[in-house]
């Protein structure tokens, strides 16, 4: 039976990611729609579009260099359980091997809310795959926040939340 959490640590990666990769026999290219919301510049939409489309390759190379680069050394993510996971944690689940992402679209980026220096970034992700031999899968709506550093934008907050399938009379 299929189950849509197999555990927390499978939904750290479903943060804005979540956002992120696939993995599989052959790996996919990641999917991610960009779309405009007042009040957000294009300019920061293709800037953050491109590091969540960089996010989802260094998750389907096992790229812990290009993820380094993106999260800030304090990033945090809180996933669909609640729990709050470190990066360290997150570094540590791109790395393993005992993951596999079956699908992964990620779609309706957008911007809610954007100052000189920071970013909220949303989107919805539709996952499933396999997590130690356990299946699962889901739809979700992430928030990032990203700050504006030196060098460029860096992730410093994520979360995830489950979008409850539709039932059906």
């Given at each position: ?69 993106i999260w800030a050394d304090e990033y945090r993510s809180v996933n669909p359980t609640g729990q709050i ?53 889901g739809q979700f709506r992430n928030t990032v926040v990203f700050e504006k550093r030196i060098g460029g ?10 979008i409850p399938p539709v039932a059906t009379p």
């Amino acid at each position: 039976m299929k189950s849509r959490f197999p555990s927390g640590w499978i939904l750290l990666l479903l943060l804005p990611l979540l956002w992120m990769g696939c993995q599989t026999a052959e790996p996919t290219t990641p999917s991610t729609t960009p779309s405009a919301v007042s009040g957000s510049d294009t300019k920061t939409l293709r800037e953050i579009t491109v590091l969540l489309e960089q996010w989802h390759r260094a998750i389907i190379d096992r790229d812990s260099a290009t993820l380094d680069r993106i999260w800030a050394d304090e990033y945090r993510s809180v996933n669909p359980t609640g729990q709050i996971v470190p990066k360290s944690d997150d570094m540590r689940l791109v790395e393993a091997r005992d993951l596999v992402f079956q699908r992964l679209v990620v779609q309706n980026v957008q911007i809610p809310h954007q100052t000189r220096s920071t970013v909220v970034a949303t989107s919805v992700t539709t996952a499933s795959g396999v997590f130690q031999g356990q299946s699962f899968g889901g739809q979700f709506r992430n928030t990032v926040v990203f700050e504006k550093r030196i060098g460029g934008w860096k992730a410093v907050w994520g979360q995830s939340t489950e979008i409850p399938p539709v039932a059906t009379p």
